[in-house]
């Protein structure tokens, strides 16, 4: 219940310099001062917001550790409500009896999640921003950070409230004109209406195509390596990975089956496939692995297809490439480069123009050997350009991805075009009213001003406790 008084520990249980126990609710001072006393004698109830005191936690008229309590008053904090905050030694023990003595002086722990929630419920921040903060706290690079924090910031909201409020506008027009006919309320023109929504429209399909764009980033792109047997596959695994995650010989067929790692690539997440080299086979384990490697290309998102630039192209390469699906963006590899005299180039161009409906999206001549490096930053540059469509610029680009933001911006999309189409076959103007309120209605639930207890339970239950 929200008047209740919460703790946790904010700073995860473990080993650190220090730890911080957190107390939230109305009798947040009055708990935090039967545990805490001050150095200087000073009560936490004398303190002011934003201010600090060194002291000790006291248990059972015992010091359990030396800290430093920070007070922040209603309604400026995280929560909206009075919070203490105890940061003492990091030890797990320490952090541990802490925590008890402040639950044994009347707070109750907090669920998963529960001070964000409050933030909410107190109008600190709209449902988007709460959930972006889960996002925060799990990103694994600084690019996946800075779209949560744009997001926490407000950058989806602003923009979903400008669109809100420009329906909100019209449907009350639309509506007086209806109801109120003896108030002589002009009519909204058929064109301005429809530029209007066509407006709306187009900055929802850009909300969509940057959260796909936040979806990558955040759960990886499928990532597969192929090519026949020998080729340097699992020498740019290697590369990659950043270890030797893949045995590399010059024996042909090393690698009998799928190799996989999840791997940071600036900042990108690759989920990254070295499969074993696709040709012709008798071996029964061989043939097992060249079989997954056909079903790993059926889910990729990307694919890495390498050739081997010292010997000519073989039917093997040609199989392999006519396997990789036509919408599947391809990165070309003509490897070993510093083996060759340049003669079977023509082969493996000749091999791209015989197939012009592959999607490749840059083919390179190198040596993964001696140019790794290379190669390395020109996959990383090459992902920015091909799935965001330009260079790096996250924080203002990408939204940090949450399918229930998703699937309700579509919503709202799907019903403002319905509209446009009413519009434009001349529907009654009561039916598109109808629509731009249906509209206005899925943005309130984005937002949370309208939405069930169910959908905020299910929400902040995948937080962390403590947060």
């Not at 009896?97 to 999640?113: F, I, M, N, Y």
């Not at 924090?149 to 809100?164: A, D, P, R, T």
Request: with cysteine; aromatic share 6%.
């Amino acid at each position: 219940m929200i008047n209740s008084t919460i703790a946790a520990i904010s700073s995860g249980l473990t080993e650190a310099g220090i730890s911080v126990i957190r107390i939230s609710g109305s009798d947040a001072i009055g708990i935090g001062e039967k545990v805490f006393r001050s150095v200087s004698g000073k009560k936490l109830s004398e303190m002011s917001g934003y201010t600090c005191a060194l002291g000790k936690v006291i248990s059972n008229k015992r010091a359990i550790d030396e800290c430093i309590a920070t007070v922040f008053r209603a309604p400026r904090s995280y929560t909206g409500e009075d919070i203490v905050e105890l940061s003492c030694h990091g030890g797990i023990a320490v952090t541990r009896d802490t925590l008890r003595a402040v639950l044994d002086a009347g707070a109750t722990l907090a669920q998963p999640g529960e001070f964000t929630k409050r933030a909410f419920l107190n109008g600190k921040m709209d449902l988007i921003e709460a959930e972006s903060v889960m996002n925060l706290i799990s990103a694994k690079s600084s690019g996946e950070a800075q779209a949560a924090l744009s997001v926490k910031e407000g950058y989806i909201s602003k923009q979903v409230n400008e669109i809100k409020a420009e329906l909100m506008n019209l449907a009350a027009h639309l509506n007086a004109w209806a109801d109120y006919p003896e108030e002589d309320i002009p009519a909204i023109e058929p064109e301005h209406l429809k530029n209007s929504l066509i407006n709306a429209s187009y900055q929802l399909r850009e909300l969509l195509r940057k959260y796909d764009a936040g979806k990558l980033m955040n759960n990886g792109i499928n990532t597969v390596i192929v090519g026949r047997p020998n080729v340097g596959k699992s020498t740019l695994m290697n590369l990659l990975s950043g270890h030797d995650r893949s045995i590399v010989t010059d024996v042909p067929g090393t690698t009998r089956d799928t190799v996989e790692e999840q791997i940071q690539l600036g900042d990108f997440r690759l989920n990254l496939i070295d499969t074993a080299g696709i040709h012709d086979t008798d071996d029964t384990v061989e043939k097992i692995g060249v079989e997954r490697a056909q079903k790993k290309l059926e889910t990729a998102q990307f694919v890495v297809f390498i050739v081997d630039l010292s010997v000519p192209l073989s039917a093997d390469d040609e199989h392999i490439y006519k396997m990789i699906p036509s919408d599947i963006p391809v990165y070309f590899i003509n490897n070993k480069s510093d083996r060759c005299t340049g003669s079977n180039m023509d082969d493996y161009d000749g091999l791209r123009e015989k197939y012009p409906d592959k999607n490749v999206i840059t083919a390179i001549c190198t040596s993964l050997k001696n140019e790794g490096d290379r190669v390395k930053n020109n996959i990383e540059y090459v992902l920015g350009r091909y799935f965001l469509g330009r260079d790096f610029s996250y924080a203002s680009d990408v939204i940090s991805y949450n399918e229930r933001q998703r699937s309700l911006t579509d919503k709202t999309k799907t019903v403002i075009d319905e509209a446009v189409k009413a519009l434009s076959i001349w529907e009654t103007l009561d039916a598109v009213t109808v629509l731009i309120e249906e509209a206005v209605g899925y943005i309130a639930e984005l937002t949370g001003e309208n939405v069930t207890d169910e959908v905020v339970d299910r929400v902040f239950h995948n937080f962390c406790v403590g947060k």
